[in-house]
């Protein structure tokens, strides 16, 4: 057991409630939400940030000590990685996303460029056991998640958005949502079920006006898969309807097609009979077709509206109307009305 002085605790450690000085074990657990301390041995031009635990965003140096936590990626638009199966002290590791996740990397897209290299400096440890000096390995989250997680929403409706690949508008529209609901007097809690480790996008639903939020690796999951994300899903909505909002916003973030798990939570009955809208996020009008299919013919689920990059301007709104019979608003230039729309499903505040 050795001490170091850290630079920088990534959001992903958000509940572990460290300082800048830790204890390091020597022996690590190649384990999903073990958090390791490294030091980082490049430096990077592009998507060179951490994500803190306050939140801030931080630009990452060569030669910084940072806290992660090991986990993988399976990223469209980013990193993608796996678990180490065995890491000893001076094994090198890669920094897989913003939030802190630490894994080898398998694949980059060109657009990040290659990752930070990190070379391992020992497992973090804390001390659970009072007056006693008995370290054991730090983990993610505030609670671990209950693989058999019952489903209580107690009534509070959910609107979920779900889109057809990472970067197609989920979390503007949901913060669109959110903003005009709270306008219109709903107390609005707000969640966010699949992913990699990243508090940005809760955190910029809290500035929207949502009261009570929670992220997958509040559960301690670094990232969610098929296994994971129906009972997160379970977990976390039932957590939040304890709180007795009006509505809860559901953002499902990756894509309908992709290895976080979307598809395994729609293909969850007691889920979707618990959603009481979801809106369609689409990159394009060829996306919008495709998804609103797959949720249509997988799912049974009819969209209620489509919004995202497709519906920038009147060319693919007019698209979506003629080809899908839906409406179709955009998030960024028309929230209010995307609001509006999600209020008449939603019924007056006082049915909510």
Known sequence: MKSVVVDKIASIAQHSDLGHELRLSPDIPCEEGVLVAVRVLNNKTRYNQLELTSGRMATVNQGDIVVGALGHRKALRGYSGHLPEMLTVGDTIQLLNIGGVLGICDSANPDVGPPFDCAVLGTVLHFPYLGERIGVPARAGERQLDADAKLDTNGVPVVALAGTCMDSGKTAAACAIVGRLRHLGFNIAACKATGVSLRRDILTMEDAGAQATMIFSDLGVVTTTADNGPALTRALLTSLAAHKPDVIVLELGDGLLGAYGVEAILSD???????????????????????????RETFGIEPAVVTGPATDNAVGVDQIHERLSLPAINALSHGVALGDLVADVLGDKEAA
């Open 269 to 295: 009955e007691a889920i979707r009979d618990a959603m009481t809208a979801v809106i369609l996020c689409a990159n394009d009008p060829v996306s919008a077709w495709g998804g609103a299919r797959i949720l």
